[in-house]
């Protein structure tokens, strides 16, 4: 089984800063396969990239994603207000499914 | 425009069991695999099944192996999950979510139905 790890844990920053935040699979996951998602508090995650370094529908330029093997990243080039929220990576695998999400990285304004 | 409804939720025993179901809308269900995904009082989302088109391929995860099972009904649309032998580590909110047409992660998601194991 896949496990993903994200880092930082938590990530303190103002308004206007570039957030990086890291995902690293335990084995070389398709670029095909990973995803990030953003969840606020009291709502249901929402996908942000998809294949890596594919923009979701009506996600802002200011979101990318990156890396390939076991290293993906993703990049918040200028944090506005309501990016302040915990972001997940996550990778698929089919056999036939199996899923799997990392811990998180809490994004809160420094 | 696509709507996930979970319901079912709510206070159950140890050892009980429970039925949730997910209602789907404004997309063609047949089409797609979902899944169900939790997410456990203040930690983070982890997967717990999915279930392919035509019900041909299904997957759990060994957390929940041999005690719950996924379904579907194209003609109601509709994916449910039956939980059986629960445990207090299953409290959880549980979502519902459709994969996207890539197949690959999840694009919508249902506002999550709260179970709750405790005696």
């Known amino acids: 089984e896949i496990v993903l790890t994200q880092s930082p844990g938590t990530l303190s920053l103002s308004p206007g800063e570039r957030a990086t935040l890291s995902c690293r699979a335990s084995q070389s996951v398709s670029s095909s396969y990973l995803a990030w998602y953003q969840q606020k508090l009291g709502q249901a995650p929402r996908l942000l990239i998809y294949?890596?370094?594919s923009r979701a529908t009506g996600i802002p330029d200011r979101f990318s994603g990156s890396g390939s093997g076991t290293d993906f990243t993703l990049t918040i080039s200028r944090l506005e207000p309501e990016d302040f929220a915990v972001y997940y990576c996550q990778q698929y695998g089919s056999s036939p499914f199996r899923v799997t999400f990392g811990p998180g990285t809490k994004v809160d304004i420094k | 425009e696509v709507q996930l409804v979970e319901s079912g939720g709510g206070l159950v025993q140890p050892g009980r069991s429970l039925r949730l179901s997910c209602a789907a809308s404004g997309f063609t269900f047949d089409d797609y695999a979902m899944h169900w995904v939790r997410q456990a009082p203040g930690k983070g989302l982890e997967w717990v099944s999915g279930i392919s088109w035509n019900s041909g391929s299904i997957g759990y995860a060994d957390s929940v192996k041999g005690r719950f099972t996924i379904s579907r009904d194209n003609a109601k649309n509709s994916l449910y999950l039956q939980m059986n032998s629960l445990r207090t580590e299953d409290t959880a909110l549980y979502y519902c979510?459709?994969?996207?047409?890539?197949?690959?992660?999840?694009?919508?998601w249902g506002q999550g139905t709260l179970v709750t194991v405790s005696s």
């Open positions: 294949g890596a370094s």
């Open positions: 979510a459709k994969l996207t047409p890539r197949g690959y992660s999840f694009d919508y």
